[in-house]
């Protein structure tokens, strides 16, 4: 075998590649290492297509909602195959001019095959071994599929697959109900697919603020056929359908579809790498342990990311591989996860920052909460809406922001502002008494931050 010697190996070509980069450009000997397509999950198989693929969703559901505004419209078709070809067609060409970039790029080597370590530092790349005094771990995660009864046996689907389907499903069935169930079966369901999301807990998006939570289970329930509670018992085909045997309590019942999708959450792929054989320890749940620094407990090797299992974002994951790469060719900085925020692009959308009223409770802190109805907005009249709300949690004795949790339209958006306020460290009374534009939709966090007990 070969053995190629660099100064810095970084595995994954996502927000690693803000690090190979910046190493790069400092003249150092940098090996890339990804079996591809390059640009992360977040390009090929997750934020970016996702959301792109919502947006077209959210155009029918505008379109479906016309008459309630005295317009009379209608959408007669989807054109599934050139909806694929226009954002699958712009995601692969993206990929591959990242990949070519790099391939281009001065000090960069690129191995596009799966890296996996066999010693202390080094990594086998296809035929070669290569190794550095300095690693960076990038590799993410996958999705994570749980022990069922017959699911090893039928081919369902997951996330990372499901934006390649040739045809539009008449019939799809969700395992799970989390953020990923929640946004794919908003896309599919608005689309024509009749959907079923099978949820074991009694609400959707469990780790949100239960309030939040409960609205967006309420209003999401409406539209799409949501089995709360529901355990699976075992998953078998039915002909050409994939039939899913679920028990609610004593009731027993089979739910069939076309298509069956996966949505159980994400593990890690440090198993892959064989990590092990480098000297890191793992922790209960397969992910890598970084301090605030985002160093591993092996001198010279580095973790950031999902793989690193502190915020599984990928705005996390860029800020923690600009840490990342600051510390490794300079004096050290710790990685600032101040108002880490995150978003749901569902119908409705909902998005937070800070702590959950629960977490809260559970922590003993003290707060303070108001609410906010966006009805009861001047652009919230405007846009019909009766069920969105802003939520804000705040330390009655120094008046912080402890937490912000909205759901309804644009609260990704609109949230921006709190986000800024809890960063900067400003008041719950500095925000409330800034200027805002009216009738602009941030009247609802104004008014929730007023409403205050």
């Not at 997750?46 to 029918?60: E, Y």
């Not at 405007?382 to 804000?392: P, T």
């Not at 009247?443 to 409403?451: F, I, M, P």
């Amino acid at each position: 075998m070969l053995r190629g010697q660099f100064d810095l190996i970084v595995i994954g070509a996502g927000s690693g590649l803000r690090i190979s980069s910046a190493a790069a450009e400092a003249g150092w000997k940098v090996a890339v290492i990804d079996e591809g397509p390059f640009g992360g999950t977040c390009l090929n198989r997750g934020c970016i297509p996702s959301k792109a693929f919502i947006h077209v969703a959210d155009v029918m559901q505008d379109i479906r909602r016309a008459s309630d505004y005295g317009i009379k419209a209608k959408a007669t078709a989807v054109d599934w195959p050139r909806i694929v070809k226009r954002i699958m067609g712009e995601i692969d060409g993206d990929a591959k001019s990242i990949e070519q970039g790099n391939k281009a790029t001065k000090n960069i080597t690129v191995f596009k095959t799966r890296g996996v370590f066999v010693g202390p530092k080094q990594v086998k790349v296809g035929k070669q071994i290569i190794t550095a005094p300095r690693i960076v771990i990038a590799a993410g995660t996958r999705p994570s599929i749980p022990s069922m009864q017959g699911l090893d046996k039928v081919g369902y689907l997951t996330s990372d697959d499901i934006f390649r389907l040739k045809k539009l499903p008449k019939s799809m069935i969700f395992i799970g109900g989390g953020y990923i169930a929640c946004e794919l079966a908003h896309m599919f369901d608005t689309l024509g697919t009749k959907v079923t999301v099978i949820q074991r807990s009694g609400v959707l998006l469990g780790r949100e603020d239960r309030e939040v939570a409960t609205r967006f289970t309420e209003v999401f329930t409406r539209n799409v056929d949501v089995r709360l509670n529901a355990t699976t018992n075992r998953v078998f085909k039915k002909g050409k359908l994939f039939a899913i045997e679920i028990q609610q309590g004593k009731k027993k019942q089979v739910v069939s579809a076309e298509t069956l999708v996966v949505a159980t959450g994400r593990k890690p792929n440090t198993d892959v790498l064989d990590v092990a054989k480098t000297g890191i320890a793992v922790d209960k749940n397969g992910y890598l342990q970084v301090d605030e620094f985002m160093r591993t407990e092996v001198d010279g090797i580095w973790a950031i990311g999902d793989i690193a299992g502190k915020w599984m974002f990928k705005h996390s994951a860029n800020l923690e591989a600009d840490v990342c790469a600051h510390n490794l060719l300079g004096t050290l900085v710790r990685a600032d996860y101040t108002a880490m925020p995150h978003a749901i692009f569902s119908s409705p959308q909902l998005a937070g920052v800070g702590m959950t009223e629960e977490e809260l409770v559970e922590k003993g802190i003290r707060f303070i909460k108001g609410s906010y109805d966006y009805k009861d907005t001047g652009y919230g009249m405007a846009l019909m809406e009766e069920d969105g709300f802003a939520k804000v949690l705040v330390d009655p004795r120094t008046r912080r922001i402890l937490g912000c949790h909205i759901v309804g339209p644009y609260a990704s958006m609109i949230i921006h502002e709190v986000i800024v306020a809890m960063k900067a460290g400003m008041t719950a009374d500095a925000l409330a008494g800034t200027i805002h534009i009216h009738p602009a939709l941030n009247e609802v966090v104004q008014r929730a931050l007023l409403s205050l007990e």
